[in-house]
């Protein structure tokens, strides 16, 4: 017999630890990349006096240097996310990670109040073309599966621990560096981002061309309403120029749905939306998002007006709020996904966060916030944490990986107005319930400003247990029959 040895045939076998090692990065960047855009609409409200004083800017000229950022962000996205489509979604994801950092460092090197606002409406630019970029070339670099899952997990984890951290890295930033640096700590991090980005599978781009019309309508309607409604949280509903752009908003809106039924490359293609799963995740992420940004913002003014603490102090109480929502939406929510229905893990997110909500709601002017702040927090991060990773799971099930990008930008577009439109409600909830404790009972300006705050709560807590009923009409997903005639039903993503 021969000694010969006889080597086996066929391709060559997979570099295993390479491949895991490319997804551990590309994972890694999309987080980054979500995380720092994130960060940069908190970090930036603990820095606002500082700034006021320095380039002697009016309360009313301070509030655009975060309007202008959000205006920007919100409004563009949509159009952004289906340019990434059609040019390559790599390719604008660097660009916008690049153009951003340039921004953050023009930013911190602002002479003038005036210039300041400009180059934040400019990070707002960078920031909507890179956001629908991060999370579809997720879905096109991780395929449907437990892979998928997990960095969805880290994503969402990544989203709402920057949402926190950003309050108390401003903090520590403008206080011990000076408020530049918290437009120069995004220098680094999107130098790395960009670096990295090569780790990520673009897909193949979508042929066809931007539909102008659709872009124009939908990008005036939707920063007119970020407009309204951030105006509406400073000068009220009543308001002639609220009043005018909410009614600008809805013509132009309107005409953006008119133009798509009719249109033959629609700027949101007909099979995104077609699935009902993803239209109803759209908006319990709109719902969650409003609630979520409002009680960072009250619980601000709770710990800072009534309780008198400083800035850096306030920040850390929200760091449970972060380890809850990093915890369950890089651990609890993928693990509820894997095990149960997706409609089943989303009604535990949103009932948990509705019971963190509740618990926010028995705060007093007298109440020690390490026995009711702290413990809420973590309850309604854990909760929030695992309801935005189905509701970014559902939002992306299934859908076609030529319009990754647009589906992508649904669901950020509707968290960033989401937030804008929960905190101009619930602010206005909450200082009718405080003129009108103040009139009736003649209380202390304490006591009325923590009712007022305890009743927009108890308010947010309502519309989550009301988002349930969206939930529960979320069915699983199924897959086109195959070619043997079976059918079945997709993997959790």
């Known amino acids: 017999m021969s000694d010969q040895k006889i080597l086996p045939t066929g391709d060559p076998p997979l570099d295993r ?209 970020v407009f309204a409604v951030n105006r509406a949280g400073e000068q009220g509903w009543s308001d002639p120029t609220v009043i005018t752009c909410l009614g600008a908003s809805a013509v132009l809106l309107l005409a953006f749905v008119l133009l798509q039924r009719s249109s033959s490359r629609p700027m949101i293609p007909r099979g995104v939306l077609a699935e009902p799963g993803r239209a109803r995740a759209n908006v319990i992420t709109l719902v969650t998002a409003a609630g979520m940004f409002a009680t960072f913002y009250f619980l601000t003014l709770y710990l800072q007006q009534v309780h008198g603490y400083s800035a850096l102090r306030t920040g850390l109480f929200f760091l449970p709020f972060a380890v809850g929502f990093g915890i369950a939406a890089g651990g609890v929510g993928p693990q509820l996904l894997a095990r149960t229905s997706e409609r089943a893990a989303l009604s535990v997110g949103l009932l948990i966060a509705a019971g963190g909500m509740i618990w926010f709601s028995f705060l007093t002017a007298h109440s020690n916030p390490f026995t009711v702040v702290l413990p809420a927090s973590l309850v309604t991060g854990i909760g929030l944490g695992a309801t935005q990773v189905v509701t970014t799971s559902v939002g992306v099930r299934g859908i076609d990986n030529s319009e990754a990008g647009v589906g992508s930008s649904l669901l950020t577009a509707g968290s960033q107005i989401g937030s804008a439109l929960g905190l101009a409600v619930l602010a206005t909830v909450a200082s009718a319930a405080t003129r009108h404790r103040t009139a009736t009972n003649h209380a202390q300006f304490n006591e009325a400003l923590t009712h007022g705050y305890t009743i927009a709560f108890i308010v947010a807590a309502g519309i989550y247990l009301a988002s349930l009923t969206i939930a529960f009409t979320i069915k699983p997903l199924r897959e086109p029959r195959t070619a043997d005639g079976g059918a079945g039903i997709s993997p959790t993503c």
């Not at 950092?101 to 630019?125: E, F, Y």
């Not at 629908?132 to 997990?150: C, D, H, Q």
């Open 17 to 225: 630890t390479g491949e895991q090692r490319r997804l551990a990065v590309a994972v890694a960047v999309i987080a980054v990349a979500r995380f720092m855009v994130v960060l940069d609409g908190t970090i930036m409200i603990v820095a606002l006096p500082r700034i006021g004083r320095t380039l002697s800017m009016s309360g009313s000229d301070l509030a655009w240097v975060i309007n202008a950022y959000s205006l920007t962000f919100g409004g563009l996205m949509l159009v952004a996310g289906r340019v990434g489509d059609l040019l390559g979604r790599k390719r604008v994801f660097r660009f916008g990670i690049v153009f951003f950092g340039a921004a953050s460092l023009a930013g911190g090197l602002a002479p003038t109040g005036g210039s300041l606002i400009v180059l934040r409406a400019l990070q707002g630019v960078g920031a909507a073309i890179a956001t629908p970029g991060a999370l579809s070339l997720l879905v096109s670099t991780f395929p449907i599966g437990p892979l998928r899952t997990k960095a969805l997990g880290v994503y969402g984890a990544a989203t709402g621990m920057a949402s926190v951290m950003g309050l108390l890295l401003g903090g520590l930033l403008t206080t011990y560096l000076g408020w530049r640096w918290v437009l120069f700590v995004n220098v680094p991090i999107a130098a790395l981002t960009a670096v990295g980005v090569r780790a990520l599978d673009d897909g193949d781009p979508t042929p066809g061309k931007l539909d102008l019309p659709g872009a124009t309508t939908e990008t005036a309607g939707v920063g007119s309403l």
